[in-house]
């Protein structure tokens, strides 16, 4: 679409520059005239349209195989916040959980300036939030079902965010909803938190 009106204008352009010539005329171009125009109009280089990149990237995503998460045993789960992970730099290890209701969920501060701290939007209905201090161990004992967010406040940036599943996955539907809407707040890593919602 915006390739056509980029050559419609060319066309308005070289009718308005043809009704400017001395004579006025626009039949008594030379034939060198015409080739030189028409060289002038001719689209450069080649165009693709937007249509067949978002084919493009629909054909990659089935490829895409994830890797589920599996129930974590015992009743206590630690969490660590680090600078650097496997899984990259400023992460929740493991990032992804899925624990029973009722457990515990330790954060530990391993590395310095990190805290967690939930993401309102992304918590069961009727869950109690959590922020944690800046380098704060925190426990958290997470009694209602669902799946909850929750991020390192100043890394939030760069997408320093982790996943818990309690129990179901009720709300997970909402979940990533709000996922898409956030996603707006990473500057880095931005298809972090996507991809760690597909492990549920
Ligand atoms: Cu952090």
Request: one cysteine or more; aromatic letters at 6%.
């Amino acid at each position: 679409m915006a390739s056509r009106i980029v050559l419609l204008s060319k066309f308005v352009l070289f009718f308005f520059l043809a009704g400017c010539g001395s004579g006025g005329d626009k039949e008594q171009l030379t034939e060198k005239q015409k080739s030189e125009v028409a060289e002038r109009i001719a689209p450069v280089g080649s165009i693709v349209k937007i249509e067949d990149l978002v084919q493009e990237k629909s054909l990659i995503s089935p490829a895409m195989i994830v890797e589920k998460v599996a129930l974590s045993q015992g009743n206590e789960h630690v969490v660590e916040m680090l600078n650097a992970g496997d899984g990259g730099n400023m992460i929740f290890d493991p990032a992804v959980i899925k624990v029973s209701k009722g457990d515990i969920i330790h954060f530990r501060a391993v590395d310095m300036s990190h805290n967690s701290a939930t993401i309102n939007s992304m918590i069961p209905s009727g869950a109690e939030s959590w922020t944690g201090l800046m380098n704060q161990d925190i426990s958290v004992t997470l009694d209602v079902e669902g799946v909850y967010v929750y991020q390192c406040d100043p890394h939030a940036m760069m997408a320093m965010v982790g996943v818990i599943q309690v129990g179901e996955a009720v709300n997970i539907s909402e979940v990533k909803i709000a996922a898409e809407e956030y996603r707006s707040n990473f500057m880095l890593n931005n298809d972090r938190l996507k991809g760690y919602l597909a492990q549920l």
